[in-house]
């Protein structure tokens, strides 16, 4: 991923924080020489190795998990809350529009789970994350002939996480009062998208804490 120093993050518990929040992924491999990509949940693992680990599961129909071989890398990739700019919002000029946003790839090499323990377990803390922010919790109990039935029909994976980077882009590149403008503009909008994304550079930024000692400058091409 192309990332002017300006836009990098590379606070681990920044990164690792983001991917929670941020869970539903495009995973990218090379099926048959050819790029393929599946949209799915990945449950964050902090405890496996240095940088964690990434666990999934896909259709057994997916030829995807085929190259799950713990050789070939795939790359995951998290995307946080963006938004379009406008030059109309910046004090100064002249200016040009501009799409801020927030992203994470994360490279690892995914393998198949194949203990069915350990698949299993993998099911019911997929289900725990999901269900914990539910007024009443799905318990995930299901007869056990129908759950064996259905695990039949999905392959469960882990990506150990070998390289994580982190690109913010919160307008790092212009001068403190036009961030203060591009997050107040953000806050207003009636779109939630946009006000997250506000929300989330007016904390990045630092915008209503101490001042910061300098404004950064840096190529603001996506």
């Not at 590379?10 to 995973?27: C, K, P, V």
């Not at 693992?45 to 795939?74: I, K």
């Not at 069915?116 to 922010?133: M, R």
Request: glycine share 8%; with cysteine; net charge negative.
């Amino acid at each position: 991923m192309y990332i002017p120093q300006a836009f990098r993050v590379t606070d681990l518990q920044t990164l690792h924080e983001f991917i929670e929040r941020h869970s539903f992924a495009t995973l990218v491999s090379s099926v048959e020489g050819k790029p393929f990509a599946t949209h799915l949940p990945l449950l964050f693992d902090r405890t496996r190795s240095v940088h964690g680990a990434l666990l999934g599961h896909v259709a057994r129909a997916n030829p995807q998990w085929h190259a799950f071989d713990g050789q070939q890398e795939a790359l995951a990739m998290f995307q946080g809350p963006h938004a379009y700019v406008s030059p109309s919002w910046y004090a100064t000029s002249p200016a040009v529009p501009t799409w801020n946003y927030t992203a994470v790839h994360v490279y690892g090499a995914p393998q198949v789970i194949d203990d069915d323990q350990a698949f299993s377990d993998l099911l019911d803390k997929l289900i725990a994350f999901y269900e914990a922010g539910m007024a009443n919790p799905w318990s995930g109990r299901l007869p056990p002939d129908f759950r064996t039935n259905l695990m039949k029909g999905i392959v469960g994976f882990m990506m150990h996480i070998e390289r994580i980077e982190g690109k913010f882009k919160l307008s790092q590149n212009r001068s403190r009062e036009d961030q203060r403008r591009v997050v107040e503009h953000l806050g207003t909008s009636t779109d939630p998208v946009d006000r997250a994304l506000g929300e989330l550079s007016q904390h990045h930024l630092g915008l209503y804490g101490p001042a910061s000692a300098s404004t950064h400058r840096a190529n603001g091409a996506c």
